[in-house]
């Protein structure tokens, strides 16, 4: 599909949100897929070190940019340090709407809200590090995602003794 | 995969038959639109009322794979206000 049309219809589910239940139906399960048990947060949240990983195409600038050839998406992630300001990120995503996100990366990268929940004494901090990936991966792009990327993301918060990590879709 | 080297993740979500088919082991869903999932741009308070929320729900879900739903209704809401901006 051209870039243009992945755009189109990331506009239109932005506003039609019967049409995005739909596509979740059809997106199917990871019923095979055993959920972990939950791991318990280890301090209070007051105390704790919080990390957000977005999936909604976040990257620096300076960063490549996520490959939007590829119709099965792509399954590499991108690092982002704590303090990194507003205008230094972009983002590469065809398929959900980022306009709203191009203005306030906040709506999907929450990384100043996080800042100043800590500052307010309401979570212990914000890790050093941060993770930006893309959602709507399939085949190969999904395998390197669970394969490689997410061992390697899970590695990186370990190091940062991370406490609690945020997902947030795009 | 987080959550399997035993730190402890809350997923957010605006679809919620995404969330059901293929569900994190910390779900928080609302009804907020795609792109937008923390609120609209510049609403600090809404955005800090989300993700303390959302945070907050790692002492409430306790069982993998479970759902808390947020009550919040877009602009038809009074947010706290905002707290830890700096001036």
């Known amino acids: ?170 | 995969m987080v959550e399997s080297v035993g730190i402890p993740t809350v997923t957010l979500s605006v679809v919620r038959s995404m969330t059901e088919a293929t569900p994190a082991p910390r779900n928080v869903f609302l009804r907020f639109r795609l792109g937008q999932v923390l609120g609209e741009p510049g609403a600090v308070a809404q955005q800090q009322a989300v993700l303390r929320s959302a945070l907050g729900a790692i002492e409430t879900i306790g069982q993998t794979g479970g759902v808390v739903e947020l009550p919040y209704r877009w602009r038809r809401e009074v947010y706290p206000p905002p707290v830890g901006v700096s001036a």
Request: aromatic share 8%.
């Open chain 1, 1 to 170: 599909m051209p870039r243009w049309w992945n755009r189109l219809q990331s506009k239109v589910y932005a506003r039609a949100w019967w049409l995005s239940e739909r596509y979740g139906r059809r997106a199917g399960s990871f019923d095979d897929i055993p959920l972990p048990p939950l791991a318990p947060l280890r301090r209070p949240l007051r105390e704790a070190r919080v990390a957000i990983v977005t999936a909604g195409g976040v990257h620096l600038s300076e960063q490549a940019p996520f490959d939007m050839t590829d119709p099965e998406g792509d399954g590499s992630y991108r690092v982002v340090p704590l303090g990194t300001p507003p205008s230094a990120l972009r983002i590469t995503h065809d398929y959900y709407d980022h306009a709203a996100a191009d203005r306030d990366i906040n709506c999907v990268f929450p990384l100043d809200r996080l800042g100043e929940l800590a500052r307010a004494g309401e979570i212990g901090e914000a890790g050093p590090r941060h993770v930006g990936m893309m959602g709507h991966l399939s085949g190969a792009a999904l395998g390197l995602l669970v394969d490689r990327s997410a061992g390697a993301i899970a590695a990186l918060f370990q190091q940062d003794a991370v406490d609690l990590v945020l997902a947030v879709p795009g």
